[in-house]
């Protein structure tokens, strides 16, 4: 609903986050936390419609739920890491699975971060804030 | 059975029988048992119907003569081992003996017969078949128990191996339970931070919507965990009476709409006007429905279709509720009722099953002397599940079901003490009353809750059972020997639902009892109904 007006991807305006989350009730409250935060965000309820959408809105980052129907967390992230247009986007993981063996499966599949649901709002703040930082 | 006691078949065949009288006079002992024939072919049918020890064969016989007799006996499978004693008159000479024997004579007697020396050879032969009968006896229960031990040790493998399965798809099971039970919590704990940040507006408004259902959902999904397990203990108690299963699929429906709507999915509804009456438990056959609903919309995509359809067959009432979703796989199918079977593996589907909704289905409906069944053609062709249950035949006034809802009268406002050792629990409590208009009080242990009633005199005490120290049982039944507090209203709230929960409460001496966690709904509507027959008595007693 408050989807990013589609701006060019030349470093202004707010950070654009691309949400990929089945469970409709915690895509859309995450993306009101990153807005809220003070981000851009975009919803994508899996992995072709997060495909097939996020060229028209170059995310700088991905929020990729792993237990996605279909396609998986992992192979999408894959899949998107394999793209020439996919520039420097940083890739996070969100799994309701904390152990070591689900962030090296993550981290395997190219995720550069790996947060466990339920989320705390310090946690994303600092990390997406770290993110725009080193942009 | 011990062979040794069943007597010994000895055939005697003669034409004549005064010889066949004398042979088993001499003979006759215990143990033995004499089977006459009067010729060749009478034997033969004999020796068709039953076996024989040793067959006596007298040689000259009209029509078949012992030869010929021995040798059809040798003839044949069944009888070709029966030793034979040929009894002949006078001399027989050289030829004719060779001939008997040729025919299978084990020996010649003859006549006139020597008592002593047909006694002992027929002695002998009767030991022979004892002998030969138990040993087949020891062969047959040697078998009999090598089979017994064979298969004792097919179901202990199988014991195990079923007892290893059990294990493992309880493990998966735990393992999915938690991930369903954070779930809903996921999307609470991002709405409690919205709600921090942002407390009013539309979106606080539409993030406390979100909060309630998810929230329900979680209280649904432990209630059917807590119900599937006191059905597999056989802890659940049916409160039946007449009712018509259009009331349960209506109050199903009430239930399963919200996620059917939510979904978009195209509900077809098929059901007769008259009323189809079972003897049932409203509340138990209306969560049959509504698994069966709520499983259909889970498995199928949004936009996809689900039938409901009613109808009546062989005094029997079938609901079936078909959608045209994932459908079934054909070796999961033979399983799906079962608990622990969880249709969906995904890593950690949101979306994803715990099967306690088709095990309840499945146990319910048993529990009403119906069956449950699940068809699909196979995965992406959608499901079919159909429950059967009896008719009832009687044909009685129709009773009043489920919660009629009753008007709220505005009347003096009830003074309420909140007794709960649940801090949280309590104040929450005290917030609901105060919206309703009532003036609530608050205890968080038995002996406090005392004091305040003697000062306060409430008209209603909410009491949770489970405190440490003084338990709500005590409270109440203390609570019952104050003068000022026997005819006040004492209501249970317990996070224990059963029939025998209820007696216990009951026979403490409370009014009510209720079941964790309380609806706003539910606790208006009671307090509304103390109200007015506090109202309508003129004074604070209740009924």
């Known amino acids: 609903m408050a989807d990013g007006p589609g701006k060019a991807n030349n470093g202004n305006g707010p950070m654009r986050i691309m949400i990929v989350e089945d469970n409709e009730a915690l895509a859309q409250t995450t993306g009101w936390l990153v807005e809220m935060i003070g981000y851009d965000y975009r919803l994508a309820a899996n992995g072709p419609e997060a495909i097939a959408t996020y060229p028209e809105y170059r995310p700088d980052v991905f929020m990729i739920d792993i237990g996605l129907p279909g396609m998986n967390g992992y192979d999408l992230c894959r899949e998107l890491k394999s793209r020439p247009d996919i520039g420097k986007a940083i890739f996070i993981a969100q799994t309701g699975w904390g152990e070591a063996e689900h962030r090296r499966m993550t981290a395997e599949a190219g995720f550069d971060h790996h947060l466990v649901k339920p989320l705390y709002l310090e946690t994303l703040e600092a990390v997406l804030g770290e993110i725009a930082k080193a942009k | ?543």
């Not at chain 2, 299978?104 to 030969?132: H, M, N, T, W």
Request: net charge negative; with cysteine; proline share 5%.
């Open chain 2, 1 to 543: 059975m011990n062979p040794a006691h069943i007597p010994v078949p000895i055939l005697i065949v003669d034409d004549l029988p005064e010889n066949l009288l004398s042979l088993e006079a001499v003979l006759r002992r215990d143990g033995l048992e004499f089977i006459k024939a009067r010729s060749g072919t009478e034997a033969l049918e004999i020796l068709l119907r039953q076996e024989v020890a040793l067959a006596l064969l007298d040689v000259q016989m009209p029509e078949m003569d012992g030869f010929e007799l021995a040798e059809t006996m040798r003839g044949s499978e069944r009888t070709r081992r029966i030793p034979i004693i040929f009894l002949t008159a006078g001399v027989t000479d050289r030829a004719r003996r060779f001939r008997g024997y040729e025919a299978g004579a084990v020996d010649f007697l003859e006549k006139p017969i020597e008592a002593d020396i047909l006694r002992s050879k027929v002695a002998v032969f009767s030991e022979l078949y004892l002998q030969r009968r138990q040993l087949a006896v020891q062969r047959d229960n040697l078998k009999a128990f090598a089979e017994e031990n064979l298969r004792l040790l097919k179901e202990s493998r199988e014991n195990a191996q079923a007892l290893k399965e059990a294990d493992i798809r309880k493990d998966e099971f735990l393992a999915t339970l938690a991930h369903e039970l954070r779930n809903p919590l996921a999307p609470i704990r991002n709405g409690l931070q919205i709600l921090r940040m942002a407390p009013e507006g539309p979106r606080a408004e539409e993030v406390r919507g979100m909060m309630d259902r998810q929230l329900t959902h979680m209280v649904r999904l432990i209630d059917d965990l807590l119900d599937v397990s006191r059905v597999s203990r056989g802890r659940i108690d049916l409160r039946k009476a007449r009712m018509s299963l259009q009331s349960a699929v209506q109050s199903a429906l009430e239930t399963s709409r919200p996620l059917i709507e939510d979904n978009r999915h195209n509900l077809i509804l098929d059901i007769p006007e008259t009323p189809l009456w079972v003897e049932g438990d409203l509340t138990r056959l209306a969560q049959v429905v509504s698994n069966l609903l709520n499983n259909a919309a889970k498995y199928t995509p949004p936009g996809g279709e689900i039938r409901l359809t009613m109808r009546e067959h062989d005094g029997q009432a079938d609901i079936e509720v078909a959608d045209n979703g994932l459908g079934i796989d054909p070796d999961m199918l033979p399983r799906v009722f079962e608990l622990f079977t969880q249709a969906d593996r995904h890593l950690d589907r949101s979306q994803g099953g715990l099967g306690i909704g088709l095990a309840l289905v499945s146990k319910l409906v048993e529990m009403h002397g119906g069956t449950s069944r699940a068809v699909s053609e196979g995965a992406g062709k959608g499901s079919t599940f159909t429950i059967s249950l009896p008719l009832s035949d009687t044909h009685g006034e129709f009773a009043g079901e489920g919660l009629q809802k009753k008007q709220t009268r505005d009347a003096a406002p009830l003074k309420v003490l909140i007794v709960d050792d649940n801090v949280d629990s309590a104040q929450t409590s005290l917030w609901m009353l105060d919206l309703m208009g009532h003036r609530g009080m608050v205890a968080h242990e038995g002996v406090r809750a005392l004091e305040m009633a003697r000062e306060q005199t409430p008209d209603v005490v909410l009491l949770d059972i489970g405190m440490p120290g003084m338990d709500g049982y005590e409270v109440c039944r203390q609570l019952r020997q104050m003068p000022e507090m026997k005819n006040k209203t004492v209501i249970a709230q317990t996070g224990w639902g059963q029939e025998s929960d209820r007696q216990k409460a009951f026979a403490a001496g409370f009014d009510h009892h209720i079941t964790k966690p309380v609806s706003l709904d539910l606790l208006t509507q009671l307090l509304a109904d103390i109200r007015l027959t506090a109202a309508k008595a003129g004074d604070p007693q209740h009924g």
